[in-house]
Nanobody, 123 residues
């Protein structure tokens, strides 16, 4: 498994931006697709975005398209999630996921998870 540590969460007003980071260590980071998921209170964990190991392919949930951008820097073993035009409904704990063979939206396809970082968007 790869060890993942998220950072960058916080409180922001609606319309604002945040950039989440996920630092990886352990198993070779650059060989695996990475993803971001989120979970709001009382709701199931849901897919947000994923990126291939090269960074050449990405996938987004409909709720993230046009507002969020996933990227990675394999030299730094880090994946990012740039979130713009944030809405109150984006409030959730955001989790970084790793170890997938492709850009799946199914969380069961990932075998490594971070501890999560809280994102709160106020109206």
């Amino acid at each position: 498994q790869v060890q993942l540590v998220e950072s960058g969460g916080g409180l922001v007003q609606a319309g604002g931006s945040l950039r989440l980071s996920c630092a990886a260590s352990g198993r070779t980071f650059s060989r695996y697709a990475m993803g971001w998921f989120r979970q709001a209170p009382g709701k199931e964990r849901e897919f947000v975005a994923a990126i291939s190991w090269t960074g050449g392919s990405t996938k987004y949930a409909d709720s993230a398209k046009g507002r969020f951008t996933i990227s990675r820097d394999n030299a730094k073993n880090t994946v990012y999630l740039q979130m713009n035009s944030l809405k109150p409904e984006d409030t959730a704990v955001y989790y970084c996921a790793g170890g997938s063979s492709s850009i799946y939206s199914d969380y069961s396809r990932y075998d490594s998870w971070g501890q999560g970082t809280q994102v709160t968007v106020s109206s």
